[in-house]
């Protein structure tokens, strides 16, 4: 391009963002209240401002421009011109270089300055002063990329596994693989280290069918947690939702995200990612203006109402993105569609669902971001899950999202944490998480499997500290351990942390293989948390998201321990059980209305002594011992008879299974991983804190 262009053409405003053809680069920007916006250029180095250009046209509230000669590479920022009345909800300030909300890739970071805040920090005026200096230096520049490349290379087809068979792990891309010797050091924490044959023979080996991520998508490192010396490792605090988090490519190419799905696809894994679009890294009114506040504060965010100086923070983050406009629901639309058309990602984990699903009058399963999404002729076939709450107004909606959508449950992991530990008058809760939450699901048209069931998440315990500690442990994050759930529904079975008492060990095993055996045997979609399969502990923080330490990484040095290896191969056992009787992963929910064989219901619930289970029964808050039986076709056309007997009790019992005249056949003991697949006859015993899975066929229904 020339060295000192003096001016744009008209160009178009289709489409959004920085868009590079054979003769040049088109630029638009969506802003409704701006009065002009410029486009500024940089050298190589990002530093040094080259040029500022008005862009000469503005269509639909679309400012847009054409820079003849221009090409891929150019660094790029906007500054943007209007009323800086906070009262009114606007923020405009030209003194401050604002990212492109469509930068698909990014040069630096944000260097934390008093300067990239639009108002004077320290004025007795708070937000309504105006900050006068230039943010430039401190700012990333977006990079215009070549959008005829961004379109995905002869790659391996889609796993396209079906949301039965659906088995998903979630992992932090850093995470997983910063301690993995096979990683060359430069390539770990990078989307270059899921290239690492030893990384995906591991999940191949686990059984896992999806890979879901914690966010990618370009995130700030807060200011308050650098200043500590920490970092925001989660990255729940999007800068750019079209760009991948720079310090994730080892060599700044993008073309390693697509290699990783490429690869990851190959062996039969699907990438899902989590998803941050319910609120920016701007934070509320007294946040920094890095793009969306300075381009349109107005639009980009929710008011409050009659206050327009403040943002609506049903998010907890500060600031809500305002879904609602059609230009900020367009950018999200486009952005996901980037995500699919340009890396082949399988799906999307949406944060705080319930906001995406706000309108002005409260949440819709009609809303304009289910209807988009759900219309969609690209995002409508991808795997779509929603974490159904938010901490705004009747933000808790499990089970009030549309078809189509799964949604994380979190009345399973509560449930089955309490049950495990021990807590009375759980039968019942029990028996309708293994059976898909049909409390909550089982309503219009809704499949079994949206109900995404886990146990442990990033936020939380791990396994193996569920079962260790019975209160928080988050010194480390440098809040006086006041932050992070309270209530973990845990219980460390007689010492806190690590112990050495041979008896609370075994204890702890067995409790953290029922819950992992209750995972894999209930109906919905089971979600494991990377590391779970391998003793994995946070020395009991159970709010990591700051810690990119060793707090948070996969120790692989603990996962290849003999104890450690004997927990993953009975993780895999659980998969492929999973896999083998589809009764255990049924799309549909289970009443008790079909007779699959003579005398066998679909579903029946019975006691340890083989009878069926009555109302005074089931009311008995003392009840921990408890048979589900589940009959349906297998894979092979015949009858599968599966019974899951479950003892949450601290003692052995003999347990019955009904019908009599069935050949049983033990295929999980969670109080011994190791056991062979045996014949039992119709009562054996089932240890303490334990779980089995057995199974049977109907005489003659065998092909």
């Given amino acids: 391009m020339p060295a000192t262009p003096d ?16 003769l040049g680069v088109n630029f638009a920007v969506f802003s409704a209240h701006a009065e002009r916006i410029e486009l500024c250029l940089f050298d190589p180095s990002g530093r040094r401002e080259i040029a500022r250009l008005a862009m000469p046209e503005c269509t639909d509230q679309v400012f847009h421009g054409y820079l003849p000669l221009a090409r891929a590479g150019l660094l790029y920022g906007y500054r943007a011109y209007g009323p800086y009345d906070p009262r009114n909800g606007h923020r405009f300030n030209g003194n401050k270089l ?70 998903i792990y979630e992992a932090h891309l850093r995470g997983l693989t910063m301690l993995r010797d096979e990683v060359r050091p430069h390539e770990r924490g990078t989307f270059a280290a899921l290239l690492e044959p030893a990384v995906i023979d591991h999940l191949v080996r686990l059984g896992i069918t999806a890979i879901e991520l914690l966010p990618v998508q370009a995130f700030l490192q807060d200011r308050h947690l650098l200043e500590k010396g920490l970092r925001n490792y ?61 381009l349109d504060n107005a639009s980009y965010y929710r008011l409050v109402d009659g206050n327009a100086r403040h943002t609506v923070n049903d998010t907890g983050t500060g600031n ?132 995404v069931n886990f146990v442990t998440a990033h936020d939380g315990f791990t396994l193996e500290d569920l079962v260790s500690f019975n209160d928080r442990h988050n010194e480390a994050n440098g809040e006086n351990n006041e932050d992070g759930h309270s209530d973990n529904n845990s219980n460390n079975w007689g010492e806190e942390g690590p112990s050495e008492d041979e008896g609370i060990i075994e204890t702890r095993g067995r409790v953290k293989r029922a819950m992992l055996t209750t995972l894999f045997a209930s109906h919905g979609t089971p979600m494991l948390l990377a590391g779970d399969e391998a003793d994995r502990t946070q020395q009991g923080n159970n709010n990591a998201y700051c810690q990119d330490n ?56 019975f006691d340890e002594r083989g009878e069926a289970m009555t109302p005074e029964a089931w009311n008995d808050p003392e009840g921990r011992r408890l048979t589900l039986r589940r009959a349906g076709r297998g894979i092979d056309g015949g009858v599968d008879v599966v019974a899951l007997a479950i003892n949450g009790s601290g003692e052995a019992a003999p347990f019955v299974l009904p019908p009599a005249g069935l050949a049983w056949r033990l295929v999980v003991d969670s109080a011994d991983p190791q056991a062979q697949v045996a014949d039992v006859a119709g009562e054996f015993t089932v240890e303490a804190h334990s779980a089995a899975i057995l199974v049977a066929r109907p005489a003659g229904k065998a092909p």
């Fill in 7 to 22: 001016h744009l053409l008209p160009g178009s405003p289709h489409p959004l963002g920085a868009t590079c053809d054979a």
């Fill in 234 to 294: 989660w990255g729940y605090n999007t800068l750019a939702y079209f760009a991948p988090e720079p310090r994730y490519l080892s060599n700044g190419s993008r073309e390693e995200l697509r290699m990783a799905v490429a690869r990851l696809h190959a062996a039969g894994i699907e990438v899902i990612l989590d998803v941050v679009y319910n609120h920016t890294c701007e934070g509320s009114e007294l946040g920094p203006t890095l793009s969306f506040r300075g």
């Fill in 320 to 451: 809500t993105l305002n879904i609602s406009h059609p230009r900020v629901l367009q950018m999200v639309m486009d952005s996901l569609r980037h995500w699919v058309t340009c890396y082949g990602i399988d799906g999307f984990r949406f944060d705080l669902g319930s906001t995406l699903g706000r309108e002005s009058y409260g949440f819709d399963p009609g809303s304009g971001f289910f209807d988009a999404l759900r219309q969609d002729p690209v995002l409508s076939s991808r795997k779509l899950i929603s974490e159904p709450w938010d901490i705004g107004p009747g933000g808790y909606q499990l089970g009030n999202h549309p078809t189509g959508f799964a949604e994380w449950n979190d009345r399973f992991r509560d449930g089955v944490r309490r049950f495990w530990r021990g807590d009375s008058g759980l039968r019942g809760d029990l028996a309708a998480r293994i059976t898909g939450s049909g409390d909550f699901f089982d309503r219009n048209g809704r499949a079994a499997w949206s109900s």
């Fill in 550 to 605: 060793a707090i948070s990484w996969m120790d692989w040095e603990r996962a290849a321990t003999p104890e450690a290896q004997a927990l993953a191969a009975f993780v895999a056992r659980l998969a492929a059980v999973r896999r083998a009787y589809p009764v255990l992963r049924s799309k549909s929910f289970m009443h008790g209305q079909e007779e699959v064989a003579p005398g066998i219901s679909e579903i029946a619930w």
């Fill in 98 to 167: 604002l990212l492109d909300p469509y930068a698909k890739a990014l040069a630096g970071q944000v260097r934390w300055s008093d300067a990239l805040f639009g108002y004077r920090l320290h004025s007795s005026r708070g937000d309504l002063s105006f900050d006068r200096r230039d943010s430039a230096a401190a700012m990333p520049k977006g990079i215009v990329t070549d959008d005829r490349l961004d379109r995905l290379p002869p790659m391996p087809p889609a796993p396209n596994v079906p949301w039965s068979q659906t088995v």
